[in-house]
């Protein structure tokens, strides 16, 4: 019984060798399986190929391979992989090879669409390696012909402004470089958040499930991020300082460490950059740095005779999908022609998010100029809800607005803005805690106008001292920065799930 499962064993391994033998930049192994013309990337110690071994087997032998024999194949082949095999880049859903864009459909043939600068075209074996991971879905064929006009219908925004920066998300999430805006879309119960994130995901990574609950740690964020391309979560109400950190690292790359599962001691490197989708009833933007790496969709409310049933919305959806999918890629084609000759004098936070929108203007339903004007506008908006959450950046204002120029230590400010209440609530207790909570609303201070910079005088001691002026060429707190009659303007239909309800089209 034992020779023959060392039969079965060494069969087993040299049937696995077969397979293209290789391992990640992160020495993980891999195997790439032939399958109907097509190249599998497989984890040597997956399921999947698992399986593939194991049909292999059964067409060779006409038996079943026993588990033992399995498992210490795949543990030699895995040692062969890391130590014997090529290092290859591996990506999830899009790669760039080149002056080119590949995007993985997700399907169970492994069909790629190659984006040129030229156009788009499937592709069986591209020239990148991507994996998959449990969930992945799969996109359509896109379809020439379509218009992003198409959208409109199916996305609950407010104003011509939204349309275009919801349409640029997408644009963004489909430049495998990054960085990523992060869409961050609030309103009331029954708003539509769930489906919008849901028909957003569903154009660029659609997966199973579409979106999920708060993660409860940093480690499980990071490694949802490397196991999918967008990130979705629902219904999210505050986010703790270290999520929000979190997110904000992955919008535009970072590095993180985790210790590996079921290992005390041994630790794993993963560097992710994600685009991201988060939705609240509550005020999302709450801190600076998130706000500053954001979109801002606040959505209006949805009258119950704009519903329409939940399955004729979907399968409208889907029947419009491949046609969406198709106008951004064609997008994507402009972007790729025309990102490098992008000239902007003044970029935003985000450069190489703007730069690709703007790159992309001329294969797109709107005059060019038009996204850097609703971006921006989305900008100030955020700042003001940071600030309206922000008792500092509210006194801070009212300071400005009496005082300012004004230049003086940390202390002297402290005393202006708190005087005695620095230990009640909305306080800080030290001029210093003060000071570092000030730098995180600096940048939503300078959208309304104020520019507070810190300094040190060239006395003696080195005074540490903070100058509060007024930003040139800004108005600040002088403009109407929610205009109504701007602000509701709509070009969608609403459309959310309400008691298996959606809006009318």
């Given at each position: 019984m034992a020779r023959r499962e060392k039969k079965h064993t060494d069969t087993l391994i040299h049937l696995g060798t077969e397979a293209e033998l290789w391992r990640t930049t992160d020495g993980q192994p891999f195997a790439t399986v032939e399958d109907g013309g097509a190249?599998?990337?497989?984890?040597?110690?997956?399921?999947?190929?698992?399986?593939?071994?194991?049909?292999?087997?059964?067409?060779?032998?006409?038996?079943?391979?026993?588990?033992?024999?399995?498992?210490?194949?795949?543990?030699?082949?895995?040692?062969?992989a890391i130590h014997e095999g090529t290092e290859h880049d591996t990506f999830i859903r899009l790669a760039r090879h080149g002056p080119n864009v590949y995007l993985d459909r997700g399907g169970p043939e492994w069909h790629t669409i190659e984006i040129t600068p030229e156009g788009w075209q499937p592709v069986l074996n591209p020239p990148v390696r991507f994996r998959r991971s449990p969930g992945v879905g799969e996109l359509p064929w896109p379809e020439s012909g379509g218009s992003l006009d198409d959208l409109c219908r199916f996305v609950n925004v407010r104003g011509d402004r939204d349309f275009v920066l919801a349409v640029s998300w997408l644009l963004g999430a489909l430049n495998p470089g990054g960085p990523f805006p992060i869409a961050l879309i609030q309103g009331e119960q029954g708003s539509a958040k769930s489906t919008l994130t849901r028909v957003l995901r569903s154009l660029i990574d659609p997966a199973t499930p579409i979106h999920t609950t708060k993660p409860t740690s940093e480690r499980?964020?990071?490694?949802?991020?490397?196991?999918?391309?967008?990130?979705?979560?629902?219904?999210?109400?505050?986010?703790p300082d270290l999520l929000?950190?979190?997110?904000?690292?992955?919008?535009?790359?970072?590095?993180?460490?985790?210790?590996?599962?079921?290992?005390?001691?041994?630790?794993?490197?993963?560097?992710?950059?994600?685009?991201?989708?988060?939705?609240?009833?509550?005020?999302?933007?709450?801190?600076?740095?998130?706000?500053?790496?954001?979109?801002?969709?606040?959505?209006?409310?949805?009258?119950?005779?704009?519903?329409?049933?939940?399955?004729?919305?979907?399968?409208?959806?889907?029947?419009?999908?491949?046609?969406?999918?198709?106008?951004?890629?064609?997008?994507?084609?402009?972007?790729?022609?025309?990102?490098?000759?992008?000239?902007?004098?003044?970029?935003?936070?985000?450069?190489?998010?703007?730069?690709?929108?703007?790159?992309?203007?001329?294969?797109?339903?709107?005059?060019?100029?038009?996204?850097?004007?609703?971006?921006?506008?989305?900008?100030?908006?955020?700042?003001?809800?940071?600030?309206?959450?922000?008792?500092?950046?509210?006194?801070?204002?009212?300071?400005?607005?009496?005082?300012?120029?004004?230049?003086?230590?940390?202390?002297?400010l402290y005393a202006h803005i708190w005087?005695?209440?620095?230990?009640l609530r909305g306080g800080r207790a030290t001029a210093a805690s003060m000071s570092q909570d000030l730098k995180r609303i600096a940048p939503s201070l300078r959208h309304r106008g104020i520019d507070v910079t810190w300094h040190r005088e060239n006395d003696r001691n080195r005074t540490r001292k903070i100058a509060v002026r007024a930003v040139h060429g800004v108005q600040g707190w002088l403009e109407d920065l929610h205009d109504e009659e701007r602000r509701s303007r709509t070009v969608a239909v609403p459309v959310e799930v309400v008691d298996g309800l959606v809006p009318v089209g």
């Open positions: 190249h599998h990337n497989l984890e040597v110690d997956s399921k999947q190929f698992q399986l593939w071994l194991a049909r292999r087997f059964w067409k060779e032998e006409a038996t079943a391979a026993g588990a033992n024999g399995l498992k210490q194949a795949i543990e030699v082949l895995a040692a062969m499980d964020l990071v490694i949802s991020a490397h196991n999918s391309w967008v990130q979705a979560f629902d219904n999210l109400s505050k986010i929000s950190d979190a997110f904000c690292r992955i919008a535009t790359g970072g590095g993180f460490k985790t210790r590996r599962l079921y290992h005390d001691t041994e630790e794993i490197s993963l560097d992710v950059c994600r685009p991201q989708i988060l939705n609240g009833i509550e005020d999302l933007a709450t801190r600076d740095d998130l706000r500053d790496r954001g979109i801002l969709f606040e959505l209006p409310a949805i009258v119950g005779g704009d519903r329409k049933p939940e399955r004729q919305f979907w399968a409208e959806f889907d029947e419009a999908r491949p046609r969406i999918l198709g106008a951004l890629l064609d997008a994507v084609s402009t972007a790729l022609r025309e990102q490098p000759h992008v000239n902007v004098e003044e970029l935003p936070r985000m450069a190489d998010f703007a730069t690709w929108v703007i790159g992309a203007e001329k294969g797109l339903p709107w005059q060019p100029g038009t996204f850097l004007d609703a971006y921006e506008e989305n900008q100030r908006d955020a700042s003001s809800l940071v600030l309206e959450n922000s008792e500092l950046g509210q006194r801070m204002i009212r300071f400005a607005e009496e005082h300012m120029p004004w230049d003086g230590t940390p202390t002297e005087g005695r209440t620095g230990n």
